[in-house]
């Protein structure tokens, strides 16, 4: 990585976010969290909608809304609060932020190397396949160094 900030964001995002990682599997309740959580307490759909300062009606509405991935940020936060809870949001990685990059990085190295291989082949210039693993690791590391723009596409 080019900028030394870069990576020390990368390295402290990743130290912070590995808290999150059993919450990975955790699948949310098929009803959805408003009603599971508005359930367990006891509190009725008339009582929570009070408590929002929205109608009964309107609390169905959301907890469906929920329920189908299709509700706020905003009104989780407010059921959440209206209920003595705190919304916690995060994008959780399926790995660490370093081990995405470096998978994306062997991709493009392995991209590349796949066109020059071919040629070399044709050639009889072929790297002997632990050589090509070499090279490849080699490649990839100078890659996250730069990290180009283009790093995504």
Known sequence: MVKKYQKNALEQLDASLVRFAPLRDLPPPKKGWIRAIRDALG?????????MGVSKMWVGDMERL????????????????????????????KTT??????????????????????????EDQALA??????????????????LPKTFWD
């Open 97 to 122: 932020l370093k081990e995405t990059l470096l998978k994306q990085a062997r991709q493009k190295v392995r991209q590349d190397m796949t066109r020059a291989t071919h040629t070399m082949a044709l």
């Open 129 to 146: 396949k632990d050589e090509a693993a070499k090279a490849a690791e080699a490649a990839a590391a100078s890659l996250l160094d730069k």
């Open 66 to 93: 929920e329920a189908s991935g299709a509700t706020t940020l905003k009104t989780l936060r407010r059921a959440a609060e209206a209920m003595d809870c705190v919304l916690v949001y995060a994008i959780v990685p």
């Open 43 to 51: 509190m009725s759909g008339r009582q929570l909608g009070r408590r």
